[in-house]
């Protein structure tokens, strides 16, 4: 483990475990978490044999607080100067909600043209763009995310136990098994970082379009969602995110919500593992 420092002055946190000679897996997590939401397929993927990399976002984590730059461009930029001071070549991306906004931003900008990456996966992913607009009229509403930036200024701690608590892992579903310990994580990698952080990146991940980068990006990439989603509305996401990219693999969940790594992680495991390996993914 260890910090790099960008050149606006952001220290950035990140892991690194396995074999340095192995084919590197980078982790990009989701809002507003930390690099520890990856802790289940980090330990699955070091025992496959892999160099397993994650960092915390800034203002995530124990990356700093900086008050600048919380936008899918310095998301992007801090990715890519760990990667490049690791020298990490012939690479899996995979990114998680906010995190898969990144992995879009970082492939299409820099690590497709450094030659450096050699497939991505995008799970439950905001791109191309969450927002509602004329050009997007299956978007969410802005009047969600006005909503979203609401609560969290008012009680940050209660806004972070109730999402995990109920739509996140799909616990406010009938008969749904619900994990005190998920939900407690959750809340404690969210209040280890900034609410400056949280806050605006909100607007980061909600009304950032990614269309340019999708088209853009022409290595291997799967695109993996759950339909009971309640986060990321799928129809707007991971199907529109299949048609824009020139080489995807396509695979919905039935039942599955946003947290689908942590809910069904050994199938989610699999299912990446196969692709990383050149395996047919199978159908749902």
């Known amino acids: 483990m260890g910090t790099i420092t960008t050149k606006d002055g952001a220290t950035i946190f990140y892991k690194d475990w396995g074999p340095k000679d192995a084919q590197p897996v980078v982790f990009h997590h989701g809002w507003p978490l930390s690099a520890d939401d990856w802790d289940t397929q980090m330990l699955f993927f070091l025992a496959n044999g892999y160099r397993v990399v994650a960092h915390d976002r800034r203002g995530h984590g124990r990356s700093s607080q900086i008050d600048t730059g919380h936008d899918m461009d310095h998301y992007a930029s801090d990715a890519s100067a760990v990667v490049e001071h690791l020298d990490l070549r012939n690479a899996i991306h995979i990114g998680h909600s906010t995190g898969g906004g990144e992995v879009a931003r970082y492939v299409a900008k820099y690590g497709q043209p450094q030659g450096r990456v050699a497939k991505a996966v995008l799970l439950a992913s905001v791109p ?5 607009t004329e050009k997007n009229p299956g978007g969410t509403p802005i009047d969600a995310f006005d909503g979203l930036r609401k609560v969290l200024a008012a009680n940050r701690s209660q806004f972070f136990l109730d999402l995990p608590s109920g739509p996140f892992y799909g616990f406010n579903r009938p008969g749904a098994k619900i994990s005190q310990g998920i939900i407690q994580n959750w809340w404690r990698q969210g209040m280890m970082g900034g609410a400056l952080a949280h806050y605006e990146g909100i607007k980061a ?15 291997p990439t799967l695109v993996l969602q759950g339909d009971d989603d309640q986060i990321v509305p799928y129809k ?11 080489n995807s693999t396509l695979k919905i969940y039935p039942g599955y919500p946003h947290g689908l790594m942590t809910t069904h992680a050994e199938v989610i495991n699999a299912d990446i593992l196969a692709f990383i390996k050149g395996v047919a993914v199978k159908a749902a």
């Open 205 to 219: 991940f909600s009304e950032t379009d990614q269309t340019e980068d999708l088209k853009a990006i022409t290595v």
């Open 236 to 246: 707007d996401a991971s199907l529109l995110q299949a048609k824009l990219l020139k």
């Open 128 to 132: 191309p763009l969450m927002l509602k």
